[in-house]
Every structure is written in structure tokens, then in C-alpha cells.
């Protein structure tokens, strides 16, 4: 009978955050399959658990994926852990999942600490809808198209920055996607955990020294990319904006129909102002 993977959560710094679950599976697997060995070694001590450990990092993910699956078909049952938080987060996990999947394997997810939940809830920001972006490229050129594909997205948008690169994201983000009200959530669940509430150029004025691994949670934008289309589109002439759809191949029934849609009329009004021409 195949053995089971857990995806175990661990704390992202205060060691109570991990839940009597995480730990008990720890102590019942054969294997524990840990981002860092070293780090992971140091949660396991201080809990007094003992358990071998196997490295599973973004470089060996593909390898290493493979051969844990096949001691979970021989049986053993397996933990994975990141350094910090859920697996497959912003961390390795996923590819191992799908090879597990794919050889029908078990997942079982243990859920616990994950660093853009605790932001965005304490954040003050729309909560209802949002979009996790992980981190963005350490690639200008590929981080500046990011934040424009993202552009006129309205939901509540969530990345991980490191310390070294925060001042030249906020900059990226200031000049892209305008001067945002934005939250830095640093250090979550640490002694020295803090969270910076202000506009992009008030935060990037006053940036310090700068510690820490940062969440950054930023307003969506006010209007969607279609909204500000229509908004454009409304301030032509009915002439242009006729001929603005017919140029898109539309029937003058279509035309009609959309144009009172954008505008928010009776779509006999516009079909009279044709009419009358």
C-alpha cells in the first residue's frame, strides 16, 4: 500500500504558530522532506523530534520529486516541509504534488502560518477579492511587464519582496501602477514585526534601513481596464464610437446594442439618433 504525502505548514517565526496536528505528523512519518535541512533540523530539535531528513530545494526539485514518489509507492509515508510557511507558497512543493498525483498518491495538506494571509488580513484592504503574485523577477525588463500586465487589475494585489530589492520594486510600482495606497507587512509574527501603511512615494521617502522579509499588499485599481475603455469610448462622438465598432467588424444591430450598453440608455435612443442621420 502507497504511503501518504503531507504538505506540513511551519511557522514563519514565532514557533507556537505550529499546530498540534503539523507536529504530531512529523513524529509519525519515516521521512521528512525539508527546503533547508539545516533550518529544518533546528524546528524538529526544539520540539525534540527526530526523523531523517531529505533535502527538496527549487535546484533538485525535478530529481528529487521523482525519487521521493517512489518511496511513497514503497510505502513510506512522507512530510514535506519549507523553511517557512506552507509548501508550494512562494517555495518548493508543486512539482513533487503532481508527480504524486499522477502516480495516485494521497496529498494531505496540514494547514497552518502562510505570510500573505496574515498581511492582507491585517492590512485594512479589501479582503473580498485579491490576486498573489509570489515574487516578482529580479529582471527589470520582465518585473516592469508583470506590473503592467497587472495594470488596471481592481483586486487587492499581494507580493513577497526581499530586503535588497524593495526600493526598486516600490519605484517599478510607483511608476507603472501610479502612487497606490500600499501596506508593507515586515518581519510577520516576529519580534520586530511591523506593518507601514502610506503611498507608494510617502513609504519610498521615508525607507530606512531596510530588514527583514517584506509582504507588500496593494490597493487594486479603482477602475477595470474595460471600465476605462467604455469611460474612453463614451467621450467620442456616437459617429466615432459607431465607427470605432464597425471597425471591429460589428453589424449596425450590434453597434446599436453596445453603444447603449456603454452608455447606459435605451437602445432605441441611439438607434433614433442613426435613424434621423
Same mark, same amino acid.
Do not use: W
Given at each position: 500500500? &502507497?504511503g501518504?504525502?503531507?504538505?506540513? &505548514? ?34 524538529l ?19 528529487r520529486s ?22 508550494g ?10 508527480t ?12 497552518? &502560518?502562510?505570510a500573505?494571509v ?10 473580498r ?8 523577477? &529580479?529582471?527589470?525588463?520582465e ?22 530589492? #524593495?526600493k526598486?520594486? #516600490? ?5 507603472? #501602477? ?10 510577520i ?13 510617502d513609504?519610498?521617502g ?20 474595460? +471600465? ?15 465607427e470605432?465598432?464597425? $471597425? ?14 456603454d452608455? $447606459?440608455?435605451?437602445?432605441? +435612443? ?8
Amino acid at each position: 500500500m &502507497a504511503g501518504k504525502l503531507y504538505l506540513v &505548514a511551519t511557522p514563519i517565526g514565532n514557533l507556537e504558530d505550529i499546530t498540534l496536528r503539523a507536529l504530531r505528523i512529523l513524529k509519525e512519518v519515516d521521512i521528512i522532506a525539508a527546503e533547508d535541512t539545516r533550518h529544518t533540523l533546528g524546528l524538529l530539535n526544539y520540539f525534540e523530534i527526530s526523523k531523517p531528513l531529505i533535502s527538496y530545494y527549487k535546484q533538485n526539485e525535478s530529481t528529487r520529486s521523482v525519487e521521493l514518489v517512489e518511496k511513497l509507492k514503497e510505502g513510506k509515508n512522507i512530510a514535506l516541509v519549507s523553511d517557512a510557511g506552507t509548501p508550494g507558497i512562494s517555495d518548493p512543493g508543486e512539482q513533487i504534488v503532481k508527480t504524486a498525483i499522477q502516480e495516485g498518491i494521497e496529498i494531505v495538506p496540514i494547514p497552518g &502560518a502562510c505570510a500573505f494571509v496574515n498581511a492582507i488580513i491585517s492590512s485594512g484592504m479589501s479582503t473580498r477579492e485579491f490576486c498573489f503574485l509570489g515574487f516578482l523577477s &529580479a529582471v527589470k525588463k520582465e518585473r516592469k511587464e508583470k506590473l503592467e500586465e497587472i495594470k488596471y487589475e481592481t483586486k487587492t494585489l499581494i507580493f513577497y519582496e526581499a530586503p535588497h530589492k #524593495l526600493k526598486n520594486t #516600490l519605484e517599478n510600482m510607483l511608476e507603472i #501602477l501610479g502612487d497606490r495606497n500600499i501596506v508593507l507587512a515586515r518581519e510577520i509574527t516576529k519580534i520586530h514585526e511591523e506593518f507601514i501603511h502610506g503611498k507608494i512615494s510617502d513609504i519610498l521617502g521615508n525607507l530606512e534601513e531596510i530588514k527583514g522579509e517584506f509582504v507588500i499588499v496593494v490597493e487594486g485599481n479603482y477602475q477595470s481596464k474595460k +471600465e476605462i475603455e467604455i469611460k474612453n469610448l463614451n467621450q467620442m462622438s456616437l459617429d466615432k464610437q459607431y465607427e470605432f465598432y464597425e $471597425n471591429q467588424g460589428l453589424l449596425k444591430k450590434e453597434i446599436i446594442k453596445q453603444i447603449a450598453k456603454d452608455r $447606459n440608455v435605451n437602445k432605441n +435612443e441611439i438607434y433614433q439618433y442613426f435613424l434621423e442621420k
